[in-house]
């Protein structure tokens, strides 16, 4: 009893505390918990024509585009008629925003900053005839209200949910709300437990399973081959049409999303890191493409799956139980008891990590209970045999009743759970088809259970007074049932005198042992011993969250840094293809020159200079000179043929004063006993000629034999 005191006292202690811890508000007003921080918006932004300019127009007009300019986000238009959107379901084309109208106030609340500091991001209210899947110009993108208000999802997004979106290809309003839930719940975990949060991780914990029929799509959500996580909601309601557009307005924001990417002509083009338009490229593969398997999981993602399924298993079974929280026993008298996994929606439901982290803490040994209706039950007298068995509902009792685990442990009793243990190989089989636990099937007719009903042998079950606190209500009469009545009248009058005296000496015991065991002293210094574990956890907390938060900004460090040398990576590629296309040229110049040397070397020795050759004939440089200088020399040889024969003539008419020249012409010759002059016939003229320039020739290569 002093334990389960002193474990109230402590559990209300930590409940005050965290409390205190909390940063943000759910009611999405536009203020967050503590008077430090505050949230960007808490209401849709009215649009350009009604409200005129603003602060967040002239951010807009700053940043650096590639498209030329960010448009207020608030002009926007869709383009449905320009993109095909044949390949979407007719959900997602005939829901239009419920925030088409700028009075309606609408959950904002998308960043977490500073007061003083101004917003990343701009919120506004979409058109009639917009639709969640149409694309919007410039920087703009849709949201779901249930990713910032129930799933706790704020911008920027972090480096794990930007490697999903970019695994998947999608953009963030093609997952359902239940993907959204799973991948913030599969977060909080892994930093609850101390493991990686990696992508390969949750593909392998998660599977894809589409909506949409004919070759039309619509939202992609998650399934569980192995259940580890329970989903936020069966069905999540009126999510498709609760929805509005977000850009962002400062460079910090824009470079979240976008990164520049050098072109070859040294221009700049803006680039998303992930999809933010709906598109189709996703479906392209089968949902076993993004699967991963277990052989696909490194050895640290295989020991953080060895982790998580030990967590798990390691829950206490929830019991079966009617709306006043009696539970259910079978016929052999135990409770009737059933598997329990995360619980993903109370999670989300925390205010502050802090909180969620408290809460998974606790949840391995919480004590929930199943809601079964008598008709689920299979009462014979209410329902029909072939009723679904589909109206369970589950509430955490411990929570609901406000009372800490150890008292709900205390109040209904229950055996170890029995489960199926996951073999998780070494190798490459994969565990996907083990079941985590089984639920304990009742062997026969269901009961309910009432005080004095035996749970074991020499054991009796007690009323639920502390689960149910209005169990014993002022306004009911207390009415002792007729069996109990007629045994207590059959008694004589000694036999009751002792049964009485008995039990009020068991009432003054429990009575004396209440006021010792809840002595002032034991505890006050219970409560300090609870109040300093209050603090130390407190400061471990602060302090896990400091390094948390230098582990997160050094994480974004290395994800710029690392996108950065993917980005050098991409460029010393295509550095390195131009420069293998230029040696592929140049081993091809090289072998061309090599064939012209040789053609170089041919025609030099063809033309290879005499050793006797004077200064001018070294000095004829081309073919063109060296015609012309032989015609200048056959010119020069007819003169000095002319002058040689005048000059004979001379001499012999000297020496033969009788001798007759008249008729004689250096270009005469005697034919048929007779001297002919070559123009009086042109052929014959002809043939002369072609036999003086023959000689002339023969004589120019005698005298000039390099040619």
């Not at 298993?313 to 598997?339: C, H, K, M």
């Not at 989300?348 to 990590?353: Q, S």
């Not at 994969?430 to 004095?452: E, F, N, W, Y």
């Not at 010393?572 to 090289?590: T, Y």
Request: glycine letters at 6%; hydrophobic letters at 35%; aromatic letters at 8%.
């Amino acid at each position: 009893m002093l334990g389960s005191f002193q474990f109230l006292i402590f559990d209300r202690r930590v409940s005050g505390l965290v409390a205190s811890l909390r940063f943000a508000r759910k009611d999405g007003v536009g203020r967050l918990g503590n008077d430090d921080l505050a949230c960007a918006t808490g209401r849709l932004r009215p649009r350009k024509e009604d409200s005129g300019s603003s602060t967040e127009d002239a951010t807009i007009a700053r940043l650096p585009v590639g498209d030329g300019s960010v448009r207020d986000g608030t002009e926007h238009a869709s383009s449905s008629g320009q993109v095909d959107f044949s390949w979407v379901a007719d959900e997602p084309l005939e829901e239009e925003s419920d925030f088409c109208d700028e009075a309606i106030t609408a959950h904002a609340m998308v960043e977490t900053i500073s007061r003083e500091d101004p917003p990343n991001w701009y919120c506004c209210a979409p058109k009639e005839e917009d639709r969640i899947c149409h694309h919007f110009p410039g920087k703009q993108f849709t949201m779901y209200e249930f990713a910032f208000r129930e799933a706790g999802i704020r911008l920027p997004f972090n480096s794990f949910q930007m490697s999903v979106f970019k695994w998947l290809r999608l953009a963030p309003s093609q997952l359902h709300p239940n993907a959204l839930a799973f991948m913030r719940a599969f977060e909080l975990v892994c930093q609850f437990l101390g493991i990686g949060c990696t992508r390969a991780l949750f593909f392998h914990v998660f599977h894809l399973q589409r909506s949409g029929s004919r070759g039309r799509h619509s939202w992609v959500s998650f399934k569980q081959p192995v259940r580890l996580f329970k989903t936020y909601e069966d069905s999540v309601r009126h999510f498709k049409s609760r929805w509005y557009v977000v850009m962002p307005i400062t460079r910090a924001a824009l470079h979240s999303l976008y990164y520049y990417q050098r072109e070859p002509n040294g221009e700049e083009t803006l680039m998303s890191k992930i999809p933010l338009r709906w598109q189709r490229d996703h479906f392209d593969l089968s949902t076993a493409h993004y699967r991963v398997k277990y052989a696909m999981l490194g050895e640290e993602d295989r020991l953080a799956y060895k982790k998580l399924v030990d967590y798990v298993q390691s829950f206490s079974l929830a019991f079966w139980a009617n709306r006043q929280g009696v539970p259910y026993l079978d016929e052999a008298g135990e409770l009737i008891t059933e598997t329990r996994y995360i619980n993903t929606k109370a999670l989300l439901e925390c205010d502050t990590e802090e909180e969620a982290l408290a809460l998974l803490s606790a949840m391995p040994n919480a004590r929930d209970r199943v809601l079964k209706l008598a008709n689920q039950v299979g009462a014979p007298d209410r329902v029909p045999k072939k009723k679904k068995k589909t109206a369970a509902r589950v509430s955490e009792t411990a929570g609901d009743a406000g009372v800490g685990p150890s008292q709900a442990a205390g109040v209904i009793p229950s055996s170890p759970p029995r489960s199926n243990q996951i073999n998780i190989p070494d190798s490459s089989p994969s565990p996907a088809a083990s079941p985590l636990h089984k639920r304990k099937r009742p062997a026969g007719p269901l009961t309910r259970s009432s005080p004095g009903s035996p749970n074991g042998p020499g054991s009796y079950l007690l009323p639920p007074c502390y689960v149910e606190r209005s169990f014993f209500k002022a306004e009911e009469s207390i009415v002792v049932p007729a069996p109990e009545a007629k045994a207590i009248l059959d008694q004589d009058a000694a036999a009751r005198r002792k049964d009485l005296a008995r039990d009020i000496a068991a009432v003054i015991r429990v009575m004396e042992t209440a006021m010792v065991m809840t002595d002032a002293s034991v505890s006050t210094a219970s409560l300090e011993d609870a109040l300093l574990q209050v603090r130390t956890e407190k400061e471990r907390l602060s302090k896990d969250l400091s390094d948390y938060k230098e582990e997160h900004q050094l994480q974004e460090g290395l994800s710029q840094k690392l996108e950065e040398v993917e980005r050098e990576r991409d460029q010393l590629k295509a550095a390195r293809a131009s420069l293998e296309e230029q040696v592929v040229d140049h081993q091809k110049l090289i072998e061309d020159n090599a064939g012209l040397r040789a053609q170089v070397e041919s025609l030099e020795g063809k033309v290879r200079p005499l050793a006797d050759e004077t200064e001018e004939e070294r000095a004829l440089g081309s073919r063109g000179e060296l015609l012309g200088h032989i015609r200048t020399l056959n010119q020069d040889l007819v003169a000095c043929f002319k002058e040689g024969f005048d000059n004979a003539v001379e001499q012999l008419g000297l020496l033969n004063p009788e001798l007759v020249t008249a008729g004689s012409a250096y270009n005469c010759c005697v034919r048929d006993g007779e001297i002919t002059c070559p123009f009086e016939a042109e052929e014959e003229l002809g043939e002369r000629k072609k036999k003086r320039m023959k000689r002339c020739s023969e004589r120019s290569l005698s005298l000039f034999p390099f040619l």
